[in-house]
């Protein structure tokens, strides 16, 4: 999942103050037990939801919109900040020896050299130009280093192209026609951001504009006006290349070009190793909150205290987590993020489906272990449980996000509590089995508190 820098938006907030807003919660949160169940009257939860919705209605920010670093410079300090972000999760034993390795990779494509590069490519058979020819034709006025990588197998298992490839200014793709399957695939593999042009081999007795029409009807958009003709004459190799010679003209802005992409791969590819990270990390901090839900749902004498209970313990969780993801958004607006998951997550049932599963389990177990008080605590364990990993999941989305747009969460809640919910259901032999272990641990606790 990138990471990447944001163009902010004020959030504008009527004239409500955060207190007024943390009283107006109280207060609905306490009318909501007083009706519910002091008064026994139905419908207490719409004032709640009605609640909610107005403090999401104040909360509401203006839209924001991402940008990927523009220069060398902004890339940089990216990966600086990603190696932070490391610094911070790893203990220093287990970090030392793949820091180095980090440094030195990202070094590297700093200290890249400044002249321009640029690779010819082709599978086996398929003919190239002389090389000294094209240093001649390309390398006018230019500093140029012309290379010929080793000849692309027809076979392979991942179609990846090796790293000498990508980091290559500029590609020039030979091939003969008709095209082979291999070379369909090297070539739509080949980076979309990176420079390249297909050389045919074609010979003048031919109907070029056939074949050619014939090729790009099989090739992606990004290589129309991207075929150069080839008639296997050396003398004809500064006509060839005379669009790629234009671009030649401006080695500063292709190097630069260049280092970017790299970089911006590099970026991608820690940021792929971090998130694994963050979700190890995480994974202790939402088995934690979970039981501690359960253990106050579990003890609690009054239903409406369910619902404040998965308050507290999420927001403390979300807090958590927001150090894990390096969140730069306010306590409160994560909180309102995650509110609007837990309320996707109940529209969808999983307490529901939950509840329905260990009572299932129940009536299979002959122990009968599953009593009507530990349904409902472990069902506001695997909410909190849903809920945390949607969050988790919208946080790696939106990592580097100061202010969120709750209007597009509204959209995406579904989606991520249902992708949530259906990863925890194929990890709800795991979830029992804990459950199991917290059930024994409270009927200890019950016994010794009962001595």
């Known amino acids: 999942m990138e990471n990447h820098s944001l163009t902010k938006s004020p959030l504008s907030l009527p004239s409500f103050s955060i207190p007024k807003i943390s009283l107006f919660i109280g207060l609905t ?73 980090r440094i030195n990779s990202l070094q590297k494509i700093i200290d890249r050299s400044e002249d321009q590069s640029i690779g010819f490519l082709k599978t086996k058979g398929v003919k190239l130009p002389d090389k000294e020819q094209l240093e001649k034709v390309l390398g006018i006025n230019n500093q140029i280093k012309v290379s010929f990588p080793p000849a692309l197998p027809v076979r392979d ?24 399957a291999a070379d369909l695939l090297w070539i ?11 050389m045919v081999a074609s010979k003048e007795s031919t109907d ?16 129309t006006n991207r075929v150069l003709k080839w008639d296997g004459s050396q003398k004809e190799m500064a006509t ?58 579990f003890a609690s004498p009054v239903a409406s205290t369910d619902l404040l209970a998965v308050a507290v313990v999420n927001g403390l969780m979300i807090k958590e987590m927001s150090k894990i993801w390096s969140s730069k958004m306010k306590p409160e607006l994560l909180e309102a993020v995650s509110r609007q998951l837990a309320m996707a997550a109940i529209a969808q049932g999983v307490v529901e489906w939950s509840g329905q599963s260990l009572l299932s389990l129940a009536k299979l177990d002959g122990s009968s272990w599953v009593a009507a008080g530990t349904i409902q605590a472990l069902s506001a364990a695997y909410l909190t449980r849903v809920v945390g990993r949607s969050m988790a999941d919208w946080m790696a989305l939106n990592n580097g996000v100061t202010q969120p747009d709750l209007e597009l969460i509204k959209q995406q809640a579904p989606q991520l509590v249902s992708k949530a919910a259906e990863l925890e259901r194929v990890d709800w032999v795991a979830f029992l089995k804990q459950s199991k272990e917290w059930i024994q641990s409270q009927s200890i606790n019950y016994k010794v508190k009962s001595v």
């Open 29 to 101: 949160i306490t009318g909501q037990w007083v009706l519910s169940d002091v008064a026994h009257i139905p419908g207490g939860g719409l004032g709640l939801l009605l609640g909610l919705g107005c403090i999401f209605y104040f909360l509401k920010p203006g839209k924001v919109s991402f940008d990927a670093p523009s220069t060398v410079q902004g890339w940089v300090r990216r990966c600086h900040d990603v190696l932070e972000n490391f610094e911070y999760l790893l203990d220093d034993g287990e970090q030392s020896e793949r820091k180095k390795e």
């Open 157 to 180: 298992r991942n179609w990846i192209l090796p790293d000498l490839i990508q980091e290559q200014d500029f590609i020039v793709y030979s091939l003969a026609l008709p095209m082979s």
């Open 188 to 198: 739509k593999n080949i980076p979309t951001d990176q420079p390249a042009w297909l």
């Open 208 to 223: 070029w504009s056939d074949e050619r029409n014939a090729l790009e009807a099989q090739l992606p958009d990004r290589w």
């Open 240 to 297: 060839v290349l005379s669009p790629i010679k234009k671009l030649l003209e401006n080695p500063k802005k292709n190097t630069d070009i260049t280092k970017q992409r790299l970089l911006s791969r590099l970026h991608t590819s820690w940021q792929k190793d971090l998130e694994k990270l963050r979700r190890e990390k995480f994974k202790v901090i939402q088995t934690r909150s979970q039981w501690i839900v359960a253990g106050i749902v």
